[in-house]
């Protein structure tokens, strides 16, 4: 059953065997295996919030360890592995920092803040925060259920939702709802 989900193998396995650790940052949710990381060999060249040591138990090649670690960093939210320099090419366990580019907002915003909305990709430059979600009445408008998820844009410091959708109906514990989603994100300051 592991074989079919590496991923869920490869966290099983740090569980098991220590991946270093550090308590997870709830500012950066969890990304699937295989999502974009920035490799660095030492230190990053641009300030970082670290999100712990990563160590892995090396199964195949070199590349494969690294897709590996990788895992771990996008697992814990990150988007930037650094120090794999430290570790000899034939190494049989490969120890990398994991970290998130430090984000221009830190913080929640007020309910109620300005956010741009699209149903599909951004046109504009964004760095994406995690996935949002409103639960609303069945008797809420469109509008109404909107806010509710720009709102929940706010609280997470974004400035953007793409990709949303609905309302749809569904059931809940508390009878039916209205449920939309989209991802939460916020503009990249201009350079």
Avoid at 104 to 123: H, K, L, N, W, Y
Avoid at 142 to 150: A, F, I, M, P
């Amino acid at each position: 059953m592991l074989t079919k989900a590496p991923g869920l193998a490869l966290l099983c396995a740090c569980t098991s065997f220590s991946c270093g650790g550090s308590a997870h940052d709830p500012r950066y949710p969890a990304h699937e295996s295989g999502c974009p990381v920035k490799t660095f060999p030492s230190s990053p060249p641009a300030p970082v919030d670290e999100l712990g040591t990563v160590e892995v138990e090396c199964t195949g090649g070199r590349a494969a360890c690294e897709r590996q670690a990788l895992d771990v960093v996008c697992h814990r939210g990150g988007d930037v592995a650094w120090g794999l320099a430290d570790n000899a090419l034939t190494a049989t366990k490969l120890v990398v920092h994991a970290a998130h580019t430090r984000r221009a907002i830190e913080g929640a915003r007020e309910r109620g803040c300005s956010v741009q909305v699209f149903t599909d990709g951004p046109p504009i430059p964004t760095e994406n925060i995690g996935p949002v979600t409103a639960l609303c009445s069945t008797d809420d408008s469109k509008d109404v259920c909107l806010r509710e998820l720009q709102d929940q844009v706010c609280l997470l410091g974004g400035d953007v939702l793409w990709q949303a959708e609905g309302p749809t109906t569904i059931a809940t514990s508390e009878g039916y709802r209205q449920r939309m989603r989209g991802r939460a994100a916020h503009l990249k300051p201009a350079k």
